[in-house]
């Protein structure tokens, strides 16, 4: 089983609309998660952080995370096209253990 | 604040080379981690650096290499190259070691090896 499972893309949203990610984990104990954005043929940017069980709130964007349930998620409002991009979720466990991705396009 | 700087940007190498990469963190951070991108295998841990000693290490022969240097900047060698090392380098650098610590990367450099 792989560590950090993502749901399959590729997803697309029309413009306005809400995108919704999801990651599983693995390993009970792990502490830290994070979302990343990639542009094709760019690395990856960090967007999102989160530790403690709840949403997370940062403009657009809301993870939520459920350690009972080694869940954590990512909400993108009001999707623009400027969205349009891989994103990964990791997981921090001395390592950034990464999801395969999900890859987003809103469409105008 | 200046990012993350990576060099070269882009390599092309022959099989059986070896290659040497840069990483220069972010001002005042002293964690460098490296991992490496392929469409197949995706985003994949080799090793992290703190303090110029190697914190953890994944799952890559022993032809990867790294270390760091007192003003933290990083460099990773890859020893007797193989085609299945083409791939995206990225490094990314924290400000410290650690489960929590937020890691933001470099633009990569990306290795092509004929």
């Known amino acids: 089983q792989k560590e950090v499972e993502q749901n399959s893309g590729p997803l697309s949203v029309p413009e306005g609309a809400i995108a919704s990610l999801n990651c599983t984990y693995s390993d009970r104990v792990s502490q830290s998660f994070f979302w990343y954005r990639q542009y094709s043929g760019k690395s990856p940017e960090l967007i999102m952080s989160i530790y403690s069980n709840g949403d997370k709130e940062d403009g657009r964007f809301t993870a939520q995370l459920n350690k009972a349930s080694q869940y954590v998620s990512l909400l993108i409002r009001d999707s623009q096209p400027s969205d349009s991009a891989t994103y990964l979720c990791?997981?921090?466990?001395?390592?950034?253990?990464f999801g395969a991705g999900t890859t987003v396009t809103v469409r105008a | 604040k200046a990012g993350v700087t990576q060099t070269p940007r882009y390599l092309i190498k022959t099989r059986g080379q070896q290659v040497t990469l840069s990483c220069s963190p972010i001002s005042g951070h002293r964690s460098v981690s490296w991992y490496q991108q392929t469409p197949g295998q995706g985003l994949q841990f080799l090793f992290e650096y703190f303090s110029e000693t190697q914190r953890n290490k994944g799952n890559f022969p022993g032809r990867f290499s790294g270390r760091q240097f007192s003003n933290s900047r990083s460099e990773m060698n890859v020893s007797t190259l193989e085609l299945g090392d083409s791939a995206l380098y990225l490094c990314a650098s924290s400000q410290e070691s650690g489960t929590l610590s937020e890691q933001y990367f470099g633009p990569g450099t990306r290795l092509t090896v004929t």
């Open positions: 990791a997981v921090n466990d001395y390592k950034l253990s």
